[in-house]
């Protein structure tokens, strides 16, 4: 059998209610990853098991220190012979971004394939058993190999590029909008009907820590960037586009700090005219500052007016919350508007 490691980090999979009734308010990251283990059964028949309980959150507390922590323990493990597929259980609700950071850090050839559910284990109609289960599978599938971290959840197998969580408490609270699914699980078996998008080919730009490679085939592994040596990830900030804004948000971001800015415009990535003023100030002092669309789906195409688009970087597919962690990386390495926008053209 596979090799599969568990790497528990709490969520709602985690979590414990008062009542066997009681979906919504529980207390997430309560349960550790043995107990969980023991709820699903035939589990340890699709492979054999290690785990560890690497933290207990809600993810909506997930700290940078942790981000990092895990995708240098999860390429560890990848690079160890007696691995052979990584599981990652996870609170639902930032699992998309944490996704995303693996996939940009991790290298693609191991499976790594994370999960979590939307009702706590104590739920008398529990979906973290059968999500778990799916997972597992998916690791220990030799299909699952090469195509970057996905993510399983409700039967489907997404992405990293694309999935996001579309939906506060549906059981299938995960989709990929603009691609697609990769897969699904059918009868207990992950069947793959998509390539993964963005990320695995092999002439695929590579940056690491000091270095930028551009227009050089080179294989993913050991993942797009490094973070050898890397602390502390730049600060970047997400501001929301609306009706009646001033640029009071720009400039406060710019006050505390900002290295990066990603701006959620509406539409197609449309910025009101007092928004664009300071962002023009920011991308012209040097503060990279990338367009993205609060609407959900689509590429952002046309993202500031004419004349105005100085260091302005288009999100390409990505949403917000992804750019701002692509953007967090390319700052470790560069900080130039031109070679950001390359990176970011490839979504």
Do not use: W
Not at 77 to 89: A, N, Y
Not at 283 to 304: F, K, L
Request: glycine share 10%; hydrophobic share 35%; charged share 20%.
């Amino acid at each position: 059998m596979k090799k599969i490691r568990i790497i528990a980090t709490g969520g709602t999979i985690a979590g414990s209610a008062d009542t066997a009734s009681e979906t919504s308010d529980y207390q997430a990251g309560s349960l550790g990853i043995k107990e969980i283990i023991r709820s699903v059964p035939g589990l340890c028949s699709c492979a054999e098991l290690s785990a560890e309980q690497f933290c207990n959150i809600d993810s909506r507390d997930m700290t940078e220190d942790i981000l990092l922590r895990l995708a240098k323990r999860v390429h560890t493990l990848v690079g160890q012979d007696d691995t052979d597929g990584i599981v990652i259980t996870h609170g639902t609700d930032t699992m998309e971004e944490t996704a995303f950071f693996l996939h940009l850090t991790v290298p693609a050839g191991k499976p790594v394939v994370l999960t979590g559910s939307m009702r706590p284990a104590t739920a008398l109609s529990a979906d973290g058993p059968m999500n778990l289960l799916n997972a597992v599978r998916t690791a220990a599938s030799p299909d699952a190999e090469g195509r970057g971290v996905l993510i399983t959840m409700n039967g489907s197998i997404e992405g990293a590029v694309d999935a996001t969580k579309k939906n506060t408490t549906s059981l299938g609270a995960f989709c990929s909008p603009n691609r697609g699914s990769l897969g699904m699980i059918r009868d207990g078996i992950p069947v793959f009907f998509a390539e993964s998008s963005s990320g695995i080919p092999d002439d695929r730009q590579m940056m690491r820590m000091g270095t930028e490679c551009e227009g050089k085939k080179q294989k993913r592994d050991p993942g797009m960037f490094s973070l050898e040596g890397i602390k502390r990830l730049p600060t970047v900030y997400i501001l929301y586009g609306n009706t009646c804004a001033d640029g009071a948000m720009v400039r406060a971001a710019i006050r505390a700090g900002a290295e990066g800015i990603v701006y959620a415009g509406t539409g197609n990535g449309s910025v009101h005219q007092e928004d664009e003023k300071e962002l023009v100030r920011a991308a012209e002092s040097g503060i990279p500052v990338v367009i993205s669309t609060r609407t959900g789906s689509g590429p952002v195409t046309a993202h500031v007016r004419t004349k105005s688009r100085s260091g302005m970087i288009s999100s390409g597919f990505l949403n917000p919350q992804k750019a701002r962690i692509l953007l967090q990386l390319c700052l470790t390495v560069t900080k130039d508007p031109e070679t950001i926008a390359g990176v970011f053209s490839k979504y």
